[in-house]
């Protein structure tokens, strides 16, 4: 028996260990390709033929000023989580455990905006960033985002988990409702934050659609538009164009196997109690 179920793992772990390669062969394959020399494209290249002069031309060609378009990424990216890691606890908290008028209605509106396409309301928020002159700005690419209703939904079904006891035990050593959210609630929720900010950080990394509409000024690119911006230039060039989407896509990956552990656990401790 022992035997057997020793197979099983066996055959249960190759079997994902084949699946993970199928999943990651576009990206070793593009990753491979970044580090070619565009005669030795579609061809197998031994290690002394690598070279990293697509990733140098990005960031010393003065035609494209990657470097600027990097720094914008991260300063939105990262501003955005931060938004995201103290708001949408606070909402999701006060929808889970405060009572307050029009509390159910709030809650069916946020869950009913998630239903809706960010497409649909594109034009609305635009003339809005527009009329506030936040176009080609920081605050155009971050104050509409600070919120998602998306992470409120998934904090308030994990904040509905929480026992009340906890919350009124905290009110009894003196703490104020704040101060019970802060120094108890909130800690127990590291795993679905990290959650959280992981789907925050890919989706403001690769986003495209809202920088490409809210920037015209090359110099407040982001990243994937500064890089798509300059493609055609480069459409023949196959290891360049590819040594561009490792730029965009390493950073998610790296992130996401830091805190992949607490990512796993968010996602099965959340949204299974409503």
Not at 103 to 114: D, E, F, Q, R
Not at 155 to 174: H, V
Request: glycine share 6%.
């Amino acid at each position: 028996m022992t035997s057997r179920k020793s197979l099983t793992l066996i055959g249960n772990y190759a079997l994902l260990i084949v699946l993970g390669l199928l999943f990651a062969l576009p990206f070793l394959y593009t990753l491979y390709t970044s580090v070619l020399h565009l005669e030795d494209v579609n061809k197998w290249a031994g290690i002394s033929k690598w070279t990293f002069a697509n990733y140098r031309l990005f960031f010393t060609n003065d035609a494209y000023n990657v470097p600027k378009w990097l720094v914008n990424t991260i300063v939105i990216t990262a501003l955005v989580i931060l938004g995201n890691f103290i708001i949408n606890p606070m909402v999701g908290f006060a929808l889970a455990k405060l009572d307050f008028p029009g509390k159910n209605l709030i809650y069916w509106i946020v869950v009913a905006s998630m239903m809706v396409p960010y497409h649909m309301i594109l034009i609305p928020v635009y003339v809005n960033v527009a009329h506030l002159g936040w176009l080609n700005s920081v605050l155009g690419l971050t104050v509409p985002f600070l919120y998602q209703c998306l992470y409120i939904f998934m904090l308030r079904q994990f904040f509905m988990s929480i026992p009340n006891e906890f919350i009124e035990a905290a009110r009894i050593d003196g703490l104020t409702k704040m101060g019970a959210f802060w120094r108890i609630v909130f800690p127990l929720a590291k795993s679905s934050l990290i959650t959280m900010s992981i789907l925050a950080f890919s989706g403001t990394w690769n986003s495209y659609l809202i920088p490409s509409t809210f920037t015209s000024d090359p110099a407040k690119y982001v990243l994937v538009v500064g890089l798509n911006s300059v493609k055609d230039q480069f459409f023949e060039n196959t290891p360049l164009i590819m040594s561009g989407v490792v730029l965009t896509t390493l950073p998610i990956l790296i992130f996401f196997f830091i805190f992949q552990k607490q990512y796993i656990e968010g996602i099965s401790s959340s949204g299974v109690k409503g």
